[in-house]
């Protein structure tokens, strides 16, 4: 067997074998993500660990057909659509900073002992600020509304997805992203109106399929639908991920993403609240300006490891859809990106070009992670959109 294994952010976190998930335990007591490395390097770093779904986990969705190069193809797609928008404000959720440099991490030194409890629970209780106004129920004519946010994660499941996330650890960038948005989305536990912050999630390799088929869920639903069990919703996003891996159809995944956001806008999901509900709205001073706007607590997140690549092996890549086709009442285009990757590939420039400059501080909206120690901004990054809040890496920080 390995000979130890070191926590990748504080190298006094040392363990005599590795944990079941390849993190920290240490760290994960302190509410955040950190990968652990072999001291040594003897473990393969390509050899799929016992956990991932490509090694005897079928997905858990057996009955949804995969219809292999149908490009376009949509399933899962909620069927329940039904009929208009309206007010708020809010606040972000607390994330850890996100750091442009990606140097080295720095070590603590000191001394610590191994041997503890791996089935430790997931103990972090961010500080939900009172000011997270969603969930506030007003009525509008005789009809009692909710105000509510929506997220919609938009998740890279393609083939490249399976390749190790860094060296030194055997976990493949599929896993750990796995792991880190069921971290991030769980993060929202604590969070006073989780009942009223609505996610949805799309996976996508040159096909798209829906992940919640009965429309956007609530954070508080999907956590109970998981019995509270962070792990048991890393399992499931990681055997979803895990069931498809062909290409990389953005466009597609965008399309949809963007499906979603005008239904929701158009009041046409009676997964939430039998469509009786109206978007929080958070008002923005506009970077550089003395004007505010009134944006929707509504953000969708993609990742991608790659370029675009359809089921046509079209590599184009299409503007933005939010961006090309503002979406009546939004306001702003709500799309962040995540680059899962070196900063200098093409697929970085890609998917940073067709991005917004986030309205507060006219940075890109755009993240890169680019090397283990950003698993942690990787996690906030999920928190904060699944949150429905912030656009920018600055955003990330200040929310701190
Ligand atoms: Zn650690
Ligand atoms: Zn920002």
């Given at each position: 067997?390995?000979?130890?294994?070191k926590c990748?952010n504080n190298?006094?976190?040392?363990?005599?074998?590795?944990?079941?998930?390849?993190l920290?335990?240490?760290c994960?007591q302190?509410?955040?993500?950190?990968?652990?490395?072999?001291?040594?390097p003897?473990?393969?770093?390509?050899?799929p660990s016992?956990?991932?779904?490509?090694?005897?986990?079928?997905?858990?969705?057996?009955?949804?057909?995969?219809?292999p190069?149908?490009?376009?193809f949509?399933?899962?797609r909620?069927?329940?659509?039904e009929?208009?928008?309206i007010?708020?404000?809010t606040?972000?959720?607390?994330?850890?900073?996100?750091?442009?440099?990606s140097?080295?991490p720095?070590?603590d030194?000191?001394?610590?002992?191994?041997?503890?409890d791996?089935?430790?629970?997931?103990n972090?209780?961010?500080?939900?600020?009172?000011?997270?106004?969603?969930?506030h129920e007003?009525t509008?004519?005789?009809?009692?509304?909710k105000?509510?946010?929506?997220s919609?994660?938009?998740?890279?499941?393609?083939?490249?997805?399976?390749?190790?996330?860094?060296?030194?650890?055997p976990?493949?960038?599929?896993s750990l992203?796995a792991?880190?948005?069921?971290?991030?989305?769980?993060?929202?536990?604590?969070?006073?109106n989780?009942?009223?912050?609505?996610?949805?999630?799309?996976?996508?390799?040159?096909?798209v399929?829906?992940?919640?088929?009965?429309?956007?869920?609530?954070i508080?639903?999907?956590?109970?639908?998981?019995?509270?069990?962070?792990h048991?919703?890393?399992?499931?996003?990681?055997?979803?991920?895990g069931s498809?891996?062909?290409?990389?159809d953005?466009?597609?995944?965008?399309?949809?993403?963007y499906?979603?956001?005008?239904?929701f806008?158009?009041?046409?999901f009676s997964?939430?609240y039998?469509?009786?509900?109206?978007?929080?709205q958070?008002?923005?001073l506009?970077?550089?300006?003395i004007?505010?706007?009134?944006?929707p607590?509504?953000?969708?997140?993609?990742?991608?490891?790659?370029?675009?690549?359809d089921?046509?092996?079209?590599?184009?890549?299409?503007p933005n859809?939010?961006?090309?086709?503002?979406?009546?009442?939004?306001?702003?285009?709500v799309l962040?990106?995540?680059?899962?990757?070196?900063?200098?590939?093409?697929g970085?420039?890609?998917l940073?070009s067709v991005?917004s400059k986030c309205p507060v501080?006219?940075?890109?909206?755009?993240?890169?992670i680019?090397?283990?120690?950003?698993i942690?901004?990787?996690?906030?990054?999920?928190?904060m959109?699944?949150?429905?809040?912030?656009f920018c890496p600055?955003?990330l920080?200040?929310?701190?």
């Amino acid at each position: 067997m390995p000979a130890k294994w070191k926590c990748i952010n504080n190298e006094a976190h040392i363990f005599e074998r590795a944990t079941n998930d390849f993190l920290c335990t240490y760290c994960k007591q302190l509410g955040e993500l950190s990968m652990i490395i072999a001291i040594e390097p003897v473990v393969p770093v390509n050899k799929p660990s016992s956990e991932h779904p490509e090694s005897g986990h079928p997905g858990l969705n057996q009955n949804r057909s995969e219809h292999p190069g149908s490009e376009g193809f949509v399933s899962g797609r909620p069927a329940s659509c039904e009929s208009n928008a309206i007010n708020g404000e809010t606040s972000s959720p607390k994330s850890t900073p996100y750091n442009y440099d990606s140097g080295t991490p720095e070590f603590d030194t000191y001394d610590q002992k191994s041997g503890i409890d791996e089935s430790a629970p997931y103990n972090y209780k961010p500080d939900m600020p009172e000011s997270i106004r969603i969930g506030h129920e007003y009525t509008m004519g005789r009809v009692s509304r909710k105000e509510v946010g929506l997220s919609v994660l938009v998740m890279d499941a393609s083939s490249s997805m399976l390749e190790p996330a860094f060296a030194g650890s055997p976990l493949s960038r599929l896993s750990l992203v796995a792991k880190t948005a069921a971290y991030g989305v769980f993060d929202l536990q604590h969070m006073q109106n989780n009942p009223n912050a609505f996610v949805t999630i799309i996976v996508f390799d040159d096909r798209v399929r829906h992940v919640f088929p009965d429309g956007p869920i609530s954070i508080a639903s999907l956590i109970k639908r998981f019995d509270a069990d962070v792990h048991k919703f890393a399992l499931f996003l990681e055997e979803e991920l895990g069931s498809m891996k062909q290409g990389t159809d953005i466009n597609a995944a965008l399309n949809e993403a963007y499906w979603v956001v005008s239904n929701f806008m158009e009041n046409k999901f009676s997964s939430i609240y039998d469509g009786q509900y109206s978007p929080v709205q958070q008002t923005i001073l506009k970077f550089g300006t003395i004007d505010s706007v009134s944006i929707p607590n509504v953000r969708v997140l993609i990742y991608t490891d790659g370029m675009q690549y359809d089921a046509r092996e079209n590599r184009t890549l299409l503007p933005n859809p939010f961006n090309a086709h503002p979406i009546l009442g939004l306001n702003h285009d709500v799309l962040i990106g995540a680059y899962f990757g070196q900063g200098n590939e093409d697929g970085a420039a890609q998917l940073s070009s067709v991005v917004s400059k986030c309205p507060v501080h006219d940075v890109r909206q755009f993240f890169l992670i680019d090397s283990p120690t950003r698993i942690n901004s990787l996690q906030s990054l999920f928190r904060m959109a699944s949150g429905a809040s912030g656009f920018c890496p600055k955003c990330l920080e200040s929310s701190n």
